[in-house]
């Protein structure tokens, strides 16, 4: 071949490659990109990649919350009582062995509440397992079980030990009174709605103990 003819050809082959690079690039640029941005850079203003941005996909701890958020907004949880539930009736009730599991509203019902409800705490944390959606007035204390006004999202891990464990061990103490010791269910209602830690303190100790316990009454 030809000097010259042997210039074009290499050239024609070099404008051919480049243009099929072209081509490439433009098949897959983001179709919401304009300047064809990849799609990794486009995904990082998304909500859920927001998220992933500030909290690890893979840790092995709840969130620390602060102390503030040991305690339910009174204004949206200010709490909500079981009317099948009184004083005279305790015995065929809240003392009988299983009756919060059998009251207990469908996880379906409380975990789209607890999403909805994390929003309206205003919460940071937005990971549900961190999260229990607590019955301010336990089951089983003759707390409503489906009310809005009875559940919030109550942090597992909050500075100073103050979570949902904790919390837990408050409503089974509070429930061995009012069955086996003659604490009125009206004494221990007001003590959940009004300051748990207060009502720790007293009816259990000073220092909480936020361990998960086998409990299934709150």
């Not at 909050?158 to 837990?168: I, L, N, Q």
């Not at 061990?169 to 069955?179: G, P």
């Amino acid at each position: 071949m030809k000097p010259m003819k042997l210039t074009v050809a290499v050239t024609a082959l070099l404008g051919g490659l480049s243009l099929l690079g072209c081509t490439h690039r433009e098949a897959n640029a983001s179709p919401r990109s304009p300047n064809g941005a990849n799609q990794t850079t486009s995904n990082f203003w998304s909500h859920s990649a927001y998220w992933r941005s500030r909290y690890n996909s893979h840790r092995h701890h709840d969130a620390q919350h602060p102390l503030r958020d040991a305690l339910p907004n009174p204004r949206l949880t200010p709490g909500a009582l079981n009317p099948a539930v009184t004083q005279a009736d305790i015995h065929q009730t809240i003392c009988v062995r299983g009756y919060s599991r059998a009251i207990r509203p469908p996880e379906n019902y409380t975990e789209r509440l607890k999403r909805l409800q994390i929003h309206e705490y205003g919460y940071r944390d937005r990971w549900l397992r961190d999260y229990e959606e607590d019955h301010e007035v336990a089951l089983s204390l003759g707390g409503s079980p489906t009310s809005p006004r009875n559940l919030w999202p109550q942090p597992h891990q909050v500075t100073g030990g103050w979570g949902s464990y904790a919390k837990d061990r408050l409503e089974a103490r509070l429930h061995w009174l009012v069955c086996h010791r003659g604490l009125p269910l009206t004494t221990a209602q007001r003590a959940l709605a009004s300051d748990w830690i207060a009502a720790y303190q007293r009816y259990v100790g000073p220092v909480p103990h936020n361990r998960r316990l086998r409990w299934n009454g709150g």
